[in-house]
């Protein structure tokens, strides 16, 4: 029998949550959130849907030269999304909450077992592939081989670590799985391998054929058929609690025996804009936990937020909260990282309750839990809890209401959403939408009193050249620039590894000199992460602003051309300079390192082998390894990449303008004047198309505006 008092809280925060949810017309102390968050929404709502019908007319509207840049905007727009990720161990609860989070009780299986490498992305208000509301892509053969002949990330780590009895039992146990997979798949194991398969509707039982191994001895049960070879799954639904489109990543634990999970959940972080990190509250940062820092410390902080989760299980939740919140942001000043992120604390049990009724299956003592949470809370004075940040410690000890900690949990999401990414994106759609009408506009006004005729003596193919020489010679100047700040950037991780190996090499000695034993060595692996994240954080910012240089420099000089081509007229043409693309999160500096699981090999190793020029020269050839594959994956994955997406802008940037200036050649004859107008969309409507453009660019502007009225300083 549940008690009187917790029901009463249970449908107090019921009703809570749906007003939160569906209604905008509660106070700001019902709501408890930040004054501005209802006119936020509205005006994100009012303004998207203006920005779209704009953006619409402006393709019809612009010179045909500038159609294909407003459609590049359209499709910005219309497949704008939020990415919210939810990290954690295995079994901290993530599925648990993610059903709650999107309002369907039990649609993830939240037992997924360990063997299980499934990213499960709930796609929520946003475009549906043909249609489909259920996709689920399955590994590539060479994915499925590199698994199973290597034993994955850990696989690759021990036979590079020399530790082949380790080798041999995670190959013994993986093959142990191909031969469950392979009898429970048959014929069509082969088949599946790099395909996918598509749904128009779909269920539980479904998605746990695919994402949940359960338990099984045979290999001939229906549940988890596909799950060994599911890389990932995205499931697509639609909701009125969110009001921005917003993917929800529910992520395998990180602390998989094989590390395919971890490489990939941490892949999928590389574009993610919210960050979860579920802790569990009775083992909050254990020793997986702390690793776990090391995905978020590449993140801005404003992206973060953490949820402990199972307050349920604490023996005391009242009075061990607040222990909780205090070492948690210690562990983070100790961290080198923010202390002020926030912090949530709930239960995801909780969760379920207060979204969709009290479930048969919660234990009596989670109910107990509750109930006494709910007296000690109500039964002292609190501030309210809306003049607090929400996630801070001032406001999780102050609140009587949510604590499940759901309705926070949603709100700094909505919050952050807006705020810190959707509404600056709007802006910067806005932006480019107002720069392009106004120079389309200006290029419409001029071309019918302008003469287009260039100088007697300015070879215009002359021209053309000179963009094509330097469109080769900005290539290189670009190319060089990331190359150096590539070549700083090794040169400072080499200097770390080199210290890292040093420092613990002495620190090897010091112990066997000291003790005659190696067990209270710890390597301090964490501080040469920090320090090698860092060095990626330079290079991230030292190269793109060292292309940006070159480009606005650039800039200025094919305006010359431009203004030298048409005889020095009125500026018909502006040109504007291309932004560089910003490197991506460094996944590969996150994920775990060969020195953070070899440790305790290693001092096995050592104690099994007493010479001292042996371990010595493991611990090197270790770093050695370690700093190789670290700097190779930089290589192939960032910096290539980086100088392969700028190569793609410089090559777009010139030869926009190189087709531009041929445009001018046309024009400056009689004979191909007219077909030159056409191709510019100017051969008839030139005055309709300008005062059409008039009216846009008020409407840009005074969306800008409200964009701008809806975005004040963040309150500290």
């Not at 005006?43 to 407003?70: C, M, P, W, Y």
């Not at 309705?407 to 720069?435: C, G, N, Y």
């Not at 000199?513 to 320090?531: C, G, N, Y």
């Amino acid at each position: 029998m549940v008690p009187v008092e917790v029901s009463q809280a249970i449908q107090s925060t019921n009703e809570y949550l749906l007003k939160s949810s569906l209604s905008e017309g509660m106070s700001e102390s019902q709501l408890g959130e930040p004054s501005n968050d209802s006119y936020k929404k509205l005006q994100f709502d009012k303004n998207r849907e203006i920005l779209g019908d704009v953006l619409l007319r402006l393709r019809e509207t612009v010179a045909l030269l500038s159609h294909d840049r407003v459609v590049s905007l359209i499709n910005e727009l219309d497949n704008f999304s939020i990415n919210v990720s939810l990290i954690g161990q295995v079994k901290a609860g993530k599925t648990a909450l993610t059903n709650a989070l999107i309002g369907k009780p039990e649609m993830l299986p939240s037992d997924v077992n360990p063997w299980t490498s499934v990213v499960t992305s709930v796609h929520i208000n946003t475009p549906k592939p043909a249609g489909k509301t259920a996709v689920f892509n399955f590994f590539t053969t060479q994915e499925w081989l590199n698994m199973v002949e290597t034993g994955g990330t850990l696989g690759e780590i021990a036979n590079r670590s020399g530790f082949s009895d380790e080798v041999e039992e995670m190959q013994a146990q993986i093959s142990e799985m191909q031969r469950r997979t392979e009898l429970r798949l048959g014929h069509n194991f082969s088949m599946l391998m790099g395909s996918k398969h598509s749904f128009l509707g779909f269920s539980s039982e479904m998605l746990r054929k695919y994402v949940c191994l359960g338990d099984e001895d045979d290999g001939t049960a229906s549940e988890g058929r596909y799950a060994d070879v599911t890389k990932s799954a995205d499931i697509y639904i639609d909701s009125a609690t969110y009001r921005v489109p917003t993917i929800i990543h529910d992520t395998p634990g990180v602390n998989d025996p094989f590390l395919l999970r971890e490489a990939v959940t941490l892949n999928s972080l590389e574009e993610t804009d919210i960050c979860i990190l579920v802790l569990g509250a009775q083992q909050s940062f254990s020793t997986v936990d702390v690793a776990l820092l090391r995905t978020v410390r590449s993140m801005n902080k404003s992206r973060v937020i953490f949820f402990v989760n199972r307050v349920d299980q604490l023996s005391n939740p009242a009075e061990q909260i607040p222990e909780i919140d205090s070492y948690i942001r210690e562990v983070l000043r100790q961290e080198d990282l923010p202390t002020d992120v926030p912090i949530v604390f709930g239960s995801a049990a909780w969760a379920e309750m207060a979204a969709f009724g009290v479930p048969s299956d919660v234990s009596e003592t989670s109910i107990e839990s509750l109930s006494e949470l709910v007296s000690k809370r109500t039964s002292e004075p609190h501030d309210d809890t809306h003049a607090m940040p929400l996630g801070s410690a001032e406001h999780t000890l102050s609140k009587t209401k949510d604590l499940s900690g759901l309705f926070e949990l949603r709100k700094l999401i909505e919050t952050k959403s807006l705020q810190d990414i959707s509404l600056p994106h709007l802006s910067s759609v806005a932006r480019r939408a107002l720069d392009i009408a106004r120079t389309s506009q200006m290029f419409l006004e001029q071309v019918d009193d302008t003469n287009w005729v260039t100088p007697p003596d300015y070879d215009i193919n002359a021209a053309i050249k000179t963009l094509e020489e330097m469109q080769e010679q900005v290539q290189t100047e670009c190319a060089d620039a990331i190359k150096a700040a590539a070549t700083e950037m090794v040169d400072k991780m080499s200097n770390a590894y080199q210290l890292f190996a040093d420092r613990e090499q002495a620190a090897l000695e010091h112990e066997l000199e000291t003790h005659k034993s190696v067990a209270r060595w710890v390597p301090q692996i964490e501080k040469l992460r920090r320090s090698l994240i860092l060095n990626y954080g330079h290079f991230a910012e030292t190269a793109p602003n060292k292309v940006n240089e070159i480009m606005a420099r650039v800039a200025e000089d094919v305006q010359q051309i431009y203004n030298d081509a048409l005889n020095n007229a009125v500026k018909i043409i502006s040109v504007e300079p291309v932004e560089s693309h910003t490197p991506r999160n460094p996944a590969c500096l996150t994920r775990t390192m060969p020195l953070d699981i070899t440790s305790n090999w290693l001092k096995d190793w050592i104690t099994q082998r007493a010479k001292r020029p042996s371990y010595i020269r493991k611990l090197r050839q270790l770093v050695a390894a370690e700093k190789r594959q670290t700097l190779e994956d930089l290589e192939a994955s960032y910096i290539a990449d980086l100088a392969a997406e700028n190569s793609m802008l410089i090559n777009g940037f010139f030869e926009d303008h190189i087709n531009g200036l041929r445009n001018i050649a046309m024009l400056n004859d009689e004979e191909q004047r007219a077909e030159a107008l056409q191709v510019l969309g100017m051969e008839k409507e030139i005055k309709l198309r300008v005062d059409r453009l008039g009216g846009i660019i008020d409407e840009l502007s005074q969306t800008l505006t409200e964009l701008a009225a809806s975005s004040p300083p963040t309150r500290k």
